[in-house]
């Protein structure tokens, strides 16, 4: 893969909206990550840029994880971990094999609408840690697409 040259002031207005994006997502819960990656996508080619994006991802929930480490119950992290994992692969493999494009693009459509005009409450959700594989087989099922 050829490496690719960005100018100071272009990897300035990418860390710009690394910083935008990722303020948005803590305020709404989601989708500085659909911005960043369109931001992203301005000046880095498609082929380069899901490695990237990913790599940015796994340092900005790595850096909220360090700050809300006393937050943390490590009785739910090994299932949600579990179910994660498992929830990215099949849903990877699916994608890969059964769905062409217009089927990811129409669920981001539809998510990014949903955080728009989602409820300002939610009825909260109690689950024992063990249930926890379930939320994460979701979030990493969804989290791929």
Not at 78 to 99: K, S
Not at 115 to 124: G, H, K, Y
Request: hydrophobic share 55%.
């Amino acid at each position: 893969m050829p490496v690719i040259e960005l100018s100071e002031g272009v990897l300035a207005l990418l860390a710009t909206a690394v910083l935008v994006t990722s303020f948005i997502t803590s305020l709404t819960g989601m989708g500085g990550g659909v911005l960043m990656y369109a931001a992203m996508s301005t000046v880095i080619p498609v082929r380069a840029l899901v490695p990237v994006h990913g790599i940015v991802q796994v340092f900005n929930n790595a850096a909220r994880s360090y700050y809300l480490i006393r937050y943390l119950r490590p009785s739910m992290l090994m299932p949600f971990a579990l179910g994660g994992v498992l929830g990215a692969a099949l849903t990877t493999f699916f994608i890969a094999r059964f769905i062409g494009e217009t089927l990811p693009l129409m669920l981001v459509l539809g998510l990014i609408v949903y955080t728009l005009f989602r409820p300002v409450t939610l009825p909260p959700i109690v689950l024992p840690d063990r249930r926890y594989f379930w939320v994460g087989l979701i979030t990493g099922s969804v989290g791929i697409i």
